[in-house]
């Protein structure tokens, strides 16, 4: 009932903010895109945490040095840059008319700061600062980073499309540690967020930057140029499906980022809509536990939730149509250069449970309840902590199945408290294609443990001296081989259980035009809408 509650308030409260932003006549006249998007808005720092909410958030707000366009090439954003010959020196210059929204110019000094920011939190960032020398602004619009040794990754991790996206952000914000929330919200995108508006949980509110320069080259993904053709874009809070749809066949919002699977058909049926996947790349659905803390420390319980799992039953519950989903065991991704089925046979088959029973009988697992945080308001993390929570409770765990909100997790899972002080023991949630291909890019991966790694916090020095030989290799063969050890590895001990790919359709109303594809959608720029 708390959560029905809950629900009721938000959407009462959105339909009068809505209600009355369009009674007022300045409002009124503005052209406004009204989104739902798949998550709320909370938290307001995008290098903070990995959430793609806050990533979304961060391409309206903040801009990049580089980009990625559709043809996996990394152009010049805010930057143009050169290499030297022995590939250890990258020069990058701001092109001109850059400002923050202050309407102070952006300085180099600015995008160091936020360079060493991102890479003391991003998995990527930080393989790249190994390999860093020196990163510095030898004057007020060149930035050079000097390397140890030759990198191959540099511009693809500057230049990244995907959680966490190295933005821009003034110097005196890029100096906030690494570890806290910045609390001013200045860019240099091309929207500025309204703070004034920003209701959490209900409304997040985004008007044009009216003294952004676009690139001249056409959009193409998250590169070229970023041209808004609105004054507002709001995102408002529906957590109900049913609620969310009829909201978008009646005109009430114009777009809708996730909706539920099942009612894709009644969708399709409404000549008013138009329905596409805009991430042709898909996601990887995924389960992460706590190595910190009992009972997920001990390798072998780990073990046994891995062999209990499978994803059949997880993209069944969590997709339904299997026209959108594929059973795939590769840990960087079916149809990737990366690609192997290596320790993958219990997940593809759905053969482990008895295997399961065995391996946790023989572990020394003591009963401790096993907290799984369970997310109720995005429709693609829905499934996932329910299903697993049955299958765990099958293979003869101990499982205390949390009822929250998806920004809930995004903060709680930060936490290295123990469970009875707030902490956690599992968690799930998804990666989209272009944050997992490779052992550098993918988060999960990482071995860091407590200096740096993503939450979870495994530590594996095996798997941080692989990552950086595949860093190092230039060969594509060799690459392969190195990344087909590194998913042994991650099996073998259990650092992440990659559940499956899917396809996540949006909707709109066809009064909406110019909506961009890419690896980072949605996107706001370039969508132009008519009366």
Known sequence: MFHISRWKRATLASAIVLSAALATPSLAAAKTITAV?????????????????????????????????????????????????????????LRDGLKWHDGTPVTAEDCVAS????????????KLMDFTASLEATDAKTITLKLKEPYGLVLESIGKPSSVVPFMMPKRIAETPPDKSITEQIGSGPFKFVKEEFQPGVKAVFVKNTDYVPRKEPSSWTAGGKVVKVDRVEWVTMPDAQTAINALESG???????????????????????????????????????????????????????????QKNVLDALVGNPEYYKICGAVFGCGTPMESDVGAESLIKGNGMAEAKKELAASGYDGTPVVIMAPGDVSTLKAQPI??????????????????????????????????EGGWDMFFTNWVGADIVNPVVNASVSGRGLKGGWF????????????????????????????????????????????????????????????????????????????
């Open 37 to 93: 998007m798949h998550s709320d808005l909370r938290l307001l720092d995008p290098i903070i945490t990995t959430a793609y909410i806050q990533r979304d958030y961060g391409y309206m707000v903040y801009d990049t040095l580089l980009a990625m366009d559709s043809n996996f090439k990394v152009q010049p954003q805010m930057a143009d840059y050169k290499v030297s010959d022995d590939k250890l020196t990258y020069t990058f210059t």
């Open 115 to 126: 360079l060493k920011r991102w890479g003391a939190r991003d998995g990527m960032g930080q």
């Open 252 to 310: 009430d919002i114009d777009f809708l980022e996730n909706p539920s699977f099942d009612l894709l058909p009644v969708l399709a049926s409404n000549p008013d809509l138009k329905i596409d996947v805009l991430n042709k790349l898909g996601a990887q659905t995924l389960g992460r536990m706590n190595f910190i803390h009992p009972p997920f420390d001990n390798v072998k319980v780990r073990r046994a939730a891995f062999l209990a799992l499978n």
């Open 387 to 420: 299903v697993a929570a049955q299958l765990l409770r099958e293979a003869g765990f101990k499982v205390d199945l949390q009822a929250t909100d998806w920004q809930t997790v995004v903060s709680r899972r930060a936490s290295q408290k123990p469970d009875s």
């Open 456 to 531: 979870g916090w495994a530590e594996d020095a095996k798997l941080e001296a692989m990552r950086d030989a595949f860093a190092r290799s230039t060969s594509p063969d060799e690459q392969k081989k190195i990344a087909a050890d590194i998913q042994k590895e991650v099996y073998d001990q259990v650092i992440y259980i990659p559940l499956g790919q899917y396809l996540a359709p949006s909707v709109w109303r066809k009064s909406l035009t110019g909506v961009l594809d890419g690896p980072a959608t949605p996107i706001f720029w370039n969508i132009d809408k008519s009366e």
